[in-house]
């Protein structure tokens, strides 16, 4: 077998752009042929892939499954909203969800996923040849209970586990597995539409809790009050903070005369047994990415 130098591989991958794992792969493969190597790359759609890695993907879908106690939340994006009515772009996106299901919610993880003969990762790299679109794996979640249900929805769905906000919510419980379920979709719908910070105060982010006292406090000091008045004030201020951002004192969207927590209490009443609320993620497509950046890489 011809040695691989580090040499040889960079060249490749300063002529192809693809990374070095995949260059190094290819020229085993070609016994160190140079264009041999970039043919082989071109035929497993991975030198293609690569010139679109540059364009931000910013649409796309979020995918859903849940299987039992447990369930995931993956985002897939491509470059266009056109791409996600896809049916070659759904079928990989449910393809990256059922991986993360079995594979947990490391993104690298999922991409050397086995599919088939190949990998989650070549998959992707298959679907930028035949689309003709940057697509990448954004991030993923995954949510898990010993006993209970996960609640799922899907909102502006365009096929069965697929959208634009996906929410789970894991649900503790030794109560009726499919009625708690129905319950925890009720609770997905109000997390889709509220966008709490947390399921209590305990789990605000110490920082965010910071941020928001240092802004309650620099209100109340321009007010002229008191060091102690303006004690009261922040600490009230607080309060009102962790009701609009905390799930379960915030009013639940089905019926807004309770709290998320009244009508947890109502839900156990009914299905005779205790619920803890373990956590959930909320999933908007596209969140956080620069669209304008995107806009300009398509041109």
Same mark, same amino acid.
């Given at each position: 077998?011809?040695?691989?130098?580090?040499?040889?591989?960079?060249?490749?991958?300063?002529?192809?752009?693809?990374?070095?794992?995949?260059?190094?792969?290819?020229?085993?493969?070609?016994?160190?042929?140079?264009?041999?190597?970039?043919?082989?790359?071109?035929?497993?759609?991975?030198?293609?892939?690569?010139?679109?890695?540059?364009?931000?993907?910013?649409?796309?879908?979020?995918?859903?499954?849940?299987?039992?106690?447990?369930? #995931?939340? #993956?985002?897939?994006?491509?470059?266009?909203?056109?791409?996600?009515?896809?049916?070659?772009?759904?079928? +990989?996106?449910?393809?990256?969800?059922?991986?993360?299901?079995?594979?947990?919610?490391?993104?690298?993880?999922?991409?050397?996923?086995?599919?088939?003969?190949?990998?989650?990762?070549?998959?992707?790299?298959?679907?930028?040849?035949?689309?003709?679109?940057?697509?990448?794996?954004?991030?993923?979640?995954?949510?898990?209970?010993?006993?209970?249900?996960?609640?799922?929805?899907?909102?502006?769905?365009?096929?069965?586990?697929?959208?634009?906000?996906?929410?789970?919510?894991?649900?503790?419980?030794?109560?009726?597995?499919?009625?708690?379920?129905?319950?925890?979709?009720?609770?997905?719908?109000?997390?889709?539409?509220?966008?709490? +910070?947390? #399921?209590?105060?305990?789990?605000?982010?110490? @920082?965010?809790?910071?941020?928001?006292?240092?802004?309650?406090?620099?209100?109340?000091?321009?007010?002229?009050?008191?060091?102690?008045?303006?004690?009261?004030?922040?600490?009230?201020? +607080? @309060?009102?903070?962790?009701?609009?951002?905390? +799930? #379960?004192?915030?009013?639940?969207?089905?019926?807004?005369?309770?709290?998320?927590?009244?009508?947890?209490?109502?839900?156990?009443?009914?299905?005779?047994?205790?619920?803890?609320?373990?956590?959930?993620?909320?999933?908007?497509?596209?969140?956080?990415?620069?669209?304008?950046?995107?806009?300009?890489?398509?041109?």
């Amino acid at each position: 077998m011809a040695e691989i130098s580090a040499s040889l591989v960079k060249e490749l991958r300063e002529k192809t752009g693809v990374g070095m794992m995949d260059c190094k792969a290819a020229l085993t493969e070609t016994k160190g042929n140079l264009e041999a190597a970039v043919d082989w790359l071109r035929k497993k759609g991975l030198s293609k892939a690569a010139k679109k890695a540059d364009r931000v993907a910013a649409e796309g879908l979020v995918g859903l499954v849940v299987e039992g106690t447990k369930g #995931v939340l #993956v985002e897939v994006n491509s470059e266009t909203d056109f791409v996600a009515r896809n049916d070659h772009f759904q079928g +990989l996106a449910k393809l990256i969800a059922e991986a993360a299901l079995h594979n947990g919610a490391d993104v690298d993880k999922i991409k050397k996923a086995k599919q088939g003969k190949g990998t989650i990762e070549e998959a992707i790299a298959q679907a930028i040849a035949t689309i003709g679109e940057n697509i990448t794996l954004r991030r993923a979640a995954k949510l898990s209970v010993s006993a209970g249900a996960i609640g799922a929805y899907m909102h502006a769905a365009i096929s069965e586990g697929l959208g634009k906000i996906g929410v789970l919510v894991a649900l503790e419980s030794k109560a009726n597995p499919a009625e708690l379920a129905i319950f925890g979709r009720m609770l997905a719908m109000h997390v889709a539409a509220s966008n709490p +910070l947390a #399921v209590d105060a305990k789990g605000i982010d110490a @920082k965010v809790a910071a941020r928001e006292r240092d802004v309650l406090s620099e209100k109340a000091k321009a007010s002229g009050k008191p060091a102690n008045v303006i004690e009261k004030i922040v600490e009230s201020g +607080l @309060k009102t903070f962790y009701k609009e951002v905390c +799930l #379960v004192d915030q009013p639940y969207v089905h019926d807004s005369a309770k709290t998320v927590a009244q009508a947890v209490k109502e839900a156990e009443g009914n299905l005779g047994q205790p619920i803890a609320i373990k956590g959930f993620v909320r999933y908007v497509l596209g969140e956080g990415v620069d669209k304008q950046a995107s806009a300009t890489g398509q041109s």
